[in-house]
Nanobody
Framework: QVQLVESGGGLVQAGGSLRLSCVAS????????MAWFRQAPGKEREFVAA????????YYADSVKGRFTISRDNAKNTVYLQMNSLKPEDTAVYYC?????????????????WGQGTQVTVSS
């Protein structure tokens, strides 16, 4: 089982940027497709972005397309989420997730491992 630790969250004004990081340990990172999800208070966990094992393909939720960029560095066992033009509705706890295969999914139950989450708060 892979272990995941997120960092990089914080408080930012609308229009600002943050970069989240998720460091993996315990298993071979390059075997995993990786994703970011988020969960706002009172809402279900929702898909944000995903990247395949080799970074050949990325996927985004419509709500973040054009503003967020997911990337990975397999040499550093790390996946990133660059978030630009942040909006108050982006406020949530952000989680990274790992899926031990070649496919990526938008459904949380498909993922094998989760980090503890990092809070992102965007003020208006």
């Amino acid at each position: 089982q892979v272990q995941l630790v997120e960092s990089g969250g914080g408080l930012v004004q609308a229009g600002g940027s943050l970069r989240l990081s998720c460091v993996a340990s315990g298993r071979t990172f390059r075997w995993y497709a990786m994703a970011w999800f988020r969960q706002a208070p009172g809402k279900e966990r929702e898909f944000v972005a995903a990247v395949t094992q080799s970074e050949s393909t990325t996927y985004y939720a419509d709500s973040v397309k054009g503003r967020f960029t997911i990337s990975r560095d397999n040499a550093k066992n790390t996946v990133y989420l660059q978030m630009n033009s942040l909006k108050p509705e982006d406020t949530a706890v952000y989680y990274c997730a790992a899926e031990g295969g070649m496919l990526v999914y938008t459904i949380p139950s498909k993922y094998d491992a989760w980090g503890q989450g990092t809070q992102v708060t965007v003020s208006s």
